[in-house]
């Protein structure tokens, strides 16, 4: 073999073992628990003044894509000062791949808000969960085991919110549909990602390291 | 003509290659994952982790969570050793291809 092939089928190793091997948590631990922490917020505040007559854009999807921005902006800024950590690029090859596989079920999100937005803010709130779930499992084949389970459990819920829905009649029977809303996405985003940071908190381990830094 | 002796031995390896490149890809990699996906048998990984270990391009961390368990990761050296190592294999095919 010439040294060339040999340097080819190297390249080529290396490349096909980064690929199978790269694992990219796109939610941190921190990221996820302002975010849960908002949403809980958000969810009290919005289902304790469900009674007061303003737009359902107003009482509902004002405030959680406020936090939407908040948060995303925090977790971006958190995975900016890992990958800096590491000395790796932002716009590593994990994230590249991250955001390639997230960003349709994410715009799907987007497209529900403009469709339900102004009206339906409880079919608007089983619609996000379904598609945060759906981009979360997009992601599974290079995202740790615990944003696969965060996928899992936004997916189920966000399926049995939808299906459910002819069973049990339309959400407005059961309460101020905005207060259903905030009450749907309280539970789901709020206390999945809690849980979430909970159990990938990094913990302080009892370690001893040999041959340098890692 | 290119100098081959550029290329770093201890990486060459393809055992050893096939570590190096898997410690890029995350922060720290424990034993037994290292094993699984490189299909290594115990004492063939642990030669080849011991010699990447004396050669400074791979710190070794033991710690206790659950169990005890060991994992590797690429030290600062050991991190530019494998980009220089990637550096001169492209040196290596961008020199054989033919000039336009």
């Known amino acids: 073999m010439s040294i060339r092939t040999e340097a080819e089928e190297n390249l080529r190793v290396i490349r096909s073992l980064m690929e199978k091997a790269t694992v990219y948590r796109a939610i941190s631990a921190p990221g996820a628990l302002v975010g849960g922490l908002g949403a809980i917020a958000i969810a009290v505040h919005g289902i304790w003044l469900s009674h007061r007559s303003s737009s359902v854009l107003l009482r509902f999807a004002l405030p959680w894509l406020g936090l939407l921005v908040i948060t995303a902006g925090i977790n971006i800024a958190l995975l900016a000062r890992e990958a800096l950590r590491r000395g790796d690029p932002f716009f590593s090859p994990g994230m590249r791949l991250a955001l390639r596989a997230m960003l349709p079920a994410l715009l799907g999100g987007g497209a529900a808000a403009l469709a339900f937005g102004l009206s339906e803010p409880e079919m608007l709130a089983c619609l996000w969960v379904l598609f945060y779930g759906i981009s979360l499992l997009a992601a599974a084949h290079f995202a740790p085991k615990s944003i696969c389970w965060l996928g899992r459990a936004f997916f189920v819920a966000g399926f049995l919110l939808l299906a459910c829905t002819p069973f049990v009649g339309f959400w407005p029977k059961i309460g101020d549909i905005a207060a259903v809303a905030h009450g749907i996405m309280g539970a789901t985003f709020g206390l999945f990602h809690l849980v979430y940071a909970v159990c990938t908190w990094p913990r302080n381990r009892a370690a001893e390291t040999t041959g340098g830094e890692p | ?100």
Request: aromatic fraction near 8%.
């Open chain 2, 1 to 100: 003509m290119f100098d081959f002796e550029k290329l770093d031995k201890t990486i060459h390896e393809k055992g050893r290659l096939g570590i190096m490149t898997l410690l890029a890809t995350r922060p720290s990699w424990p034993f037994q994952d290292l094993k699984a996906e490189l299909k290594m048998s115990d004492g063939n990984l642990v030669t080849h982790l011991r010699t990447l270990h004396d050669a400074g391009l791979v710190a070794v961390t033991r710690e206790v969570l659950d169990r005890p368990q060991t994992s590797y990761a690429l030290t600062a050296k050991g991190r530019t050793a494998f980009r220089e190592y990637l550096a001169v294999l492209e040196q290596i095919v961008n020199a054989g291809k033919p000039r336009r």
